[in-house]
């Protein structure tokens, strides 16, 4: 069993690997949402072979045909897990791991003790222990680690950086193309012309927004590549056909986003773009590996970073140009051969509700000390004490999720039944209500935040006028049109890890000459520079940023940052996060004062839980109550610890 975190990773995997078994006469069968009755039939009544799968699909075997599981599996040798890293620190592998430790579950009831070996495969795995537990969760010792050392290419590298003026960064973007814009674009097509190339964004609106640019001016330039998007929204046919395009020999770009991150079949690209800075160092080298697969050819990678000028009404940390400097140390960190270390789920009542509705729906009831055994101990839900799981079900049964029956069998409720037979029920994460967008009957893809009628719309790499919206439906009707909008999409920034932002210190603090900027990037680098020596700020921890206002450098990661003002917001100090540090609108003298004495919070994680917002995180978030809730996040989402040593160090340096 082949498990994928794509779609479309699996079927570009069953197409190669249905060729190869072809010759061996070895039946080869892929399982998601888009595969027909017919085939998935096959594989019930005759078992074997290869079977290549989604975790969200294998759920669905438990729920929907667990009288099949015995003869399904029955057989089943081999385990192999693709793109390790992306299930490693999410719900998503933590649901995957759990379905993996039923399916063994199951094997040791029907098979006499015979189990299946796993091999999980991963370029980009900064955390090797991780890893092993993922694959053996009592076991890690067992895991053998098999690495790919002959993987020395030359890389070709820069970072291009882009000045743009007070003017164009007071003007309102929403609906215009700002110049610095139409610059990057133009220097993206001139560095791709002739040639495949992947472009990433940081988010699917920069994907259609560039995009577009780039057709428009490929097309005065007459320029006669193509310009394509991929991203998740759109149509499975618009992201193959882009796919199609780009493993073809005609030079074509596409404009994308984690989608083609994976290991996706496009055939040899010669660049990679990436607009803004990445989010980790992982994604980073991830993407960067997209380019130079043959023998002989370099991995070339350009990144785009805007920055805007400070004007009279920004404070210090606009003058920092913080986006250039992310860049430049994630860059730095790449070099280094650092990796994030993963960050194992810890508190996740959410998948873990998940499984109990599962559990029950595949054994139509099931006592709560056998769900313990099954779930927990020993299991992927480890860290759930038996107590926790307890108020867990207690709450569950609350909200009608589950009922318990005389002799103590839990049951699903009215409400348990109404999840389980949503069809987003089988998938870890949340999922947002889709609205499709259609032309002519035909599918181009779903947007989660609706346009208005008669607005212009930027969406599958091509405009729109928007003609009806139709709310019963979720539909929204467009036709080409020559105007354009870009859609806006949900998601937001990715978690920075702390050694980031302690590399982005290091940056401003030193002078040394990166030689992969081009001339504006050292430039702006210069200038965050002159701005952090002449406020002192890589040195000192609180920084006066006038009478009446004090930046307190934190220059740490996203978990730590969201702890501390939690715990700042718990004490009454209201502030602004910057990232790299929190602004609090209160003199240096008194902010210090404050600290030196400041309370101790380690043992109030709850507490300082209860400051979080949002307060729903994951998908059955908003089954819990407030008590349950505030151990998921102070668990999952916060590090109590790690804030409590920067105060403690910040204190005693104060004192």
């Given at each position: ?455 212009h719309l930027v969406f599958a790499g091509q405009r729109w006028l928007v003609t009806e919206v139709d709310l019963d439906r979720h539909e929204i009707h467009v036709v080409p049109a020559k105007g354009w909008k870009p859609p806006k999409f949900v998601g937001g920034p990715g978690e920075i890890h702390p050694k980031v932002r302690q590399k982005m210190r290091e940056v401003l603090a030193s002078d040394r ?143």
């Open positions: 069993m082949y498990v994928g975190p794509l779609k479309a990773l699996i079927n570009d995997q069953f197409r190669r690997i249905e060729d190869l078994c072809g010759y061996l006469d070895i039946p080869v069968f892929r399982w998601h949402g888009d595969v027909g009755a017919s085939h998935k039939a096959k594989l019930v009544s005759e078992p074997g072979g290869v079977l290549l799968i989604t975790p969200e699909s294998l759920e669905s075997l438990f729920v929907n045909r667990s009288e099949y599981l015995r003869k399904i599996f029955s057989g089943l040798r081999f385990v192999v897990i693709d793109e390790l890293h992306s299930f490693l620190d999410n719900e998503r592998g933590l649901h995957l791991r759990s379905l993996l430790h039923r399916v063994r579950r199951r094997m040791y009831e029907t098979t006499e003790g015979m189990s299946f070996r796993t091999i999980a495969l991963s370029a980009t795995i900064g955390d090797f222990a991780a890893g092993q537990k993922f694959v053996d969760l009592n076991h890690p010792e067992n895991v053998s680690i098999l690495k790919d050392e002959d993987d020395e290419k030359e890389i070709k590298y820069r970072i291009h950086g882009y000045r743009v003026p007070v003017q164009n960064s007071e003007k309102n973007k929403s609906n215009q193309v700002l110049p610095h814009l139409r610059e990057m674009a133009q220097d993206i097509v001139q560095h791709c012309k002739g040639h495949s190339n992947l472009v990433f964004a940081n988010s699917r609106e920069n994907v259609e927004i560039f995009a577009d640019l780039a057709k428009q001016i490929a097309k005065k330039q007459h320029v006669a590549d193509f310009f394509l998007v991929h991203h998740g929204a759109l149509s499975t046919y618009i992201r193959e056909d882009t796919e199609a395009v780009i493993k073809s020999d005609r030079p074509a770009t596409a404009f994308c986003s984690s989608t083609l991150e994976m290991g996706i079949d496009i055939g040899s690209v010669r660049m990679i773009g990436q607009i803004g800075p990445s989010w980790s160092v992982a994604s980073q080298l991830q993407r960067m590996g997209r380019s130079g697969r043959r023998d002989g050819e370099a991995r070339i990678m350009r990144l785009y970073v805007d920055c805007f000028e400070p004007s009279s009404k920004s404070d210090l940390f606009d003058g920092l140009h913080l986006h250039l400097i992310q860049a430049i140390a994630i860059s730095e960190l790449m070099l280094e051969g650092w990796l994030e270390p993963a960050h194992t789920p810890s508190g996740d009542l959410s998948t873990l509700t998940l499984q109990v509705i599962s559990v029950i729906s595949e054994t139509g009831g099931i006592r709560a000390d056998a769900l313990y055994q099954q779930l927990c101990f020993k299991g992927p839900f480890s860290d759930i004490e038996p107590w926790l799981f307890r108020d867990l079900l207690l709450q569950l049964g609350q909200v009608d999720v589950i009922e318990q029956m005389e002799g103590g069998t839990l049951i699903l409720g009215l409400h348990g039944e109404k999840i389980r037979k949503d069809r987003r029920f089988y998938a870890a994460f949340q999922t947002e209500e889709e609205y499709v967008v259609l032309n002519e009957g035909k599918k181009l893809g779903t947007l989660q935040i609706i346009p208005q009628c008669d607005d000459v990166y030689i992969y900027l081009d001339n504006e990037a050292k430039s702006l680098l210069n200038d965050a520079r002159h701005v952090a020596q002449s406020t002192n700020l890589c040195n000192e921890v609180l920084v006066p940023l006038g009478p009446s206002a004090t930046a307190m450098m934190t220059w740490t990661g996203t978990r730590i940052q969201d702890t501390l003002g939690a715990i700042f917001q718990l004490s009454g100090m209201p502030f602004n996060d910057k990232g790299i540090g929190l602004v609090f609108k209160i003199s240096t003298d008194e902010l210090s004062s404050r600290m030196k004495k400041f309370p101790d919070f380690s043992e109030k994680a709850s507490k300082v839980a209860r400051q979080v917002w949002p307060r729903w995180r994951r998908k059955y978030d908003y089954l819990l109550n407030d008590d349950l809730l505030d151990i998921s996040l102070a668990r999952g989402f916060l590090d109590i610890k790690g804030a409590q040593s920067f105060i403690t160090e910040l204190s005693s340096a104060l004192s």
